[in-house]
């Protein structure tokens, strides 16, 4: 870990700081017991990366001055952040592990305002890509393996989701993180869904989290192992259907209402916006926003999560509703 003739040692300290942070927050993701241990992480992953992104830079360039901004007169000198580093390393915007790495970083900065306690699965999905990009990254650019000092198992992310937690819309949850935190998480994990399926669905970018159930000889294939008891009894797998009363409570009527409500009088929209949006955004693609049942008659369904949705951009853009009628007539 030597520096180039000119930067004695500096790539050094910069990537074994990297690792120290990198482990550091492996330590902390995996260590149920620890409270903070998701905004922890976000913050220690995002250093660990800046700091490897600054080593490649100057292994690259050869000089120190590669990151570090223009000297400003009067101030003192300032290196890099690591959406920079980021943008210099990975060119592309749409190169996953830079989108990986932008996701996470945006996370991190929401951390600093909101408690976020717990994530759900779309999440987990992305830190466990940016915890193998860094490894892969540190063996390839620099050919330094941690194969040593971090056991495989320990870089695949322990989670501790129950079916209600994975639910943003169940008011448990929300009531536990707070109305901003679900309907920042919620809103976030729909756009990482979007963007990975418009990406191509990249490991770089997110890792699914999920279990196979499969009927195999070799059991060491399947995630889950069904075994016969001593009796050879028969056993049955039950598949528990969720409630769409409680997941989607809304039909067209009531989430206006909501709105309406919530806006008290800015603005008034009623179902021909409902139905505006719905088609312009692909709502019906988006089942943590909309349900519809099989049986002829059934009426549509729409979650909490989809009003604060709307809620969401209406302040994002106060003429988002005037907007969207319009792009649906261009349709």
């Known amino acids: 870990m030597v520096g180039r003739r000119g930067n004695p040692g500096l790539k050094g300290r910069l990537l074994k700081s990297s690792i120290d942070a990198y482990v550091l927050a492996l330590e902390t993701i995996n260590r149920l017991s620890v409270k903070y241990r998701v905004e922890t992480f976000a913050y220690l992953i995002c250093n660990a990366w800046e700091l490897l992104l600054k080593a490649k830079i100057l292994d690259d360039t050869g000089s120190r001055k590669s990151i570090f901004h223009p000297k400003v007169k009067g101030q003192r000198p300032r290196t890099l952040a690591l959406r920079d580093c980021v943008k210099k390393v990975f060119p592309k915007d749409k190169d996953p592990v830079r989108r990986n790495l932008e996701r996470i970083a945006d996370l991190r900065d929401e951390s600093v305002h909101l408690v976020i306690s717990v994530i759900p699965r779309d999440i987990v999905g992305i830190f466990q890509a940016c915890v193998l990009n860094y490894h892969n990254s540190l063996v390839s650019w620099f050919d330094v393996s941690l194969s040593d000092r971090v056991p495989l198992g320990m870089m695949t992310l322990v989670y501790d989701l129950s079916p209600d937690q994975l639910d943003l819309s169940s008011s448990l949850l929300r009531r536990w993180l707070g109305k901003d935190a679900a309907s920042y ?70 989430v206006c209402e909501e709105v309406n409500r ?30 519809k049942g099989t049986v002829t008659g059934s009426p549509t369904q ?18 988002f509703f005037t907007n969207t009628r319009q792009r649906m007539r261009q349709t």
């Not at 806006?263 to 943590?288: A, H, S």
């Not at 729409?302 to 003429?319: E, N």
């Open 185 to 254: 998480l919620m809103e976030f994990g729909s756009q990482i869904r979007q963007e990975f399926d418009d990406l191509g669905k990249p490991a770089e970018f997110s890792i699914g989290i999920g279990y196979r159930l499969a009927v195999v000889r070799d059991g060491e294939e399947s995630d889950i192992t069904l075994l016969a008891g001593d009796g050879g009894e028969r056993a049955n797998i039950v598949e528990v259907a969720k409630d769409p009363g409680r997941t989607h409570p809304y039909r067209q009527k009531e």
């Open 262 to 291: 919530s806006l008290g009088g800015i603005t008034m929209i009623n179902g021909y916006d409902i139905w505006c949006v719905v088609g312009v955004f692909g709502v019906k693609k988006r089942p943590e926003f909309y349900y």
């Open 302 to 319: 729409y979650s909490r999560g989809f009003v604060d949705w709307l809620l969401t951009q209406h302040r994002k853009d106060p003429h």
